[in-house]
């Protein structure tokens, strides 16, 4: 009979460990457009949305791989899809977030196809001139709305908010391409208006959002930057299929987008 109650008793105890180590697991949730789920690296294990074991969300899940892992990113992705169908996936048990979001908003494929045109065929200062006004006007109440539900739904996540990186470095070695100098250099602009809209959104968000911004990263590694297809090339320029143009390759988001993500996690 003591041995039975001795087992018994054994048997709550291990229960109870089960229930604390459930308790203390952590869970990150991956949210965001096509620069979180890895549209560029040409690989994806979800076909739909698009995501790769290439993209930064992945890559941290490898480095934590005891941590629950939930990756809600999907190509296409805008504020509004966001919190549509990626945010449920956020929960009182959720440990940390990542997302990029915004770009779609502000109509960036749009903008890059308008402006890729031979300057006779496009309307290249148009399109970025009213990317850069929905930058100004319209996503700052939209990233607000965006983080004040992340809040609502796990008070105690931390949040690493990232930006996108500057494309170009002022030259064209696409052949089927026509951005000018000037053109180049304002997109750049917008990618720094990007940065100060999103950042400002994390601040206003609290201490729980860390915005980190990737520009710095990708200098010297943009579209064209040691020629077309280099190593040292860390975006695609215009690509087969173009849904990859544009995008971080696998050695951005391993060198570009994960270093910033991790230095934050550990």
Request: net charge negative; glycine share 8%.
């Amino acid at each position: 009979m003591k041995f039975i109650r001795i087992s018994a008793a054994m048997a709550v105890v291990a229960l109870c460990f089960a229930f604390a180590a459930q308790a203390m697991a952590t869970k990150y949730v991956a949210l965001g457009d096509s620069y979180s789920s890895g549209v560029g690296t040409r690989t994806f294990y979800e076909p739909t949305c698009q995501r790769s074991v290439y993209a930064y969300p992945y890559l941290e899940h490898e480095a934590h791989p005891t941590w629950t892992f939930v990756n809600a990113t999907c190509s296409g992705a805008t504020t509004s899809s966001l919190l549509s169908s990626q945010i449920s996936s956020v929960t009182s048990e959720t440990n940390w977030v990542t997302y990029t979001i915004g770009g779609n908003d502000a109509g960036f494929s749009h903008v890059i196809t308008e402006c890729a045109l031979p300057a006779w065929a496009s309307n290249c200062t148009g399109a970025i001139n009213e990317a850069q006004a929905i930058i100004k006007n319209t996503l700052p109440g939209r990233l607000d709305t965006v983080n004040n539900e992340i809040k609502a739904r796990a008070p105690s996540a931390k949040v690493i908010v990232l930006d996108y990186p500057k494309l170009f470095n002022g030259e064209d070695c696409n052949l089927l391409t026509f951005f000018s100098e000037s053109e180049e250099a304002r997109l750049n602009e917008t990618a720094e208006l990007m940065r100060t809209t999103i950042s400002a959104a994390a601040t206003r968000a609290g201490s729980n959002f860390v915005f980190r911004d990737v520009i710095p990263a990708f200098i010297g590694h943009a579209v064209c930057d040691g020629g077309s297809g280099s190593s040292t090339e860390w975006i695609n320029g215009l690509s087969s299929p173009t849904s990859e143009s544009y995008h971080p390759k696998v050695a951005g988001h391993l060198n570009g987008y994960y270093p910033a993500v991790h230095g934050v996690t550990g």
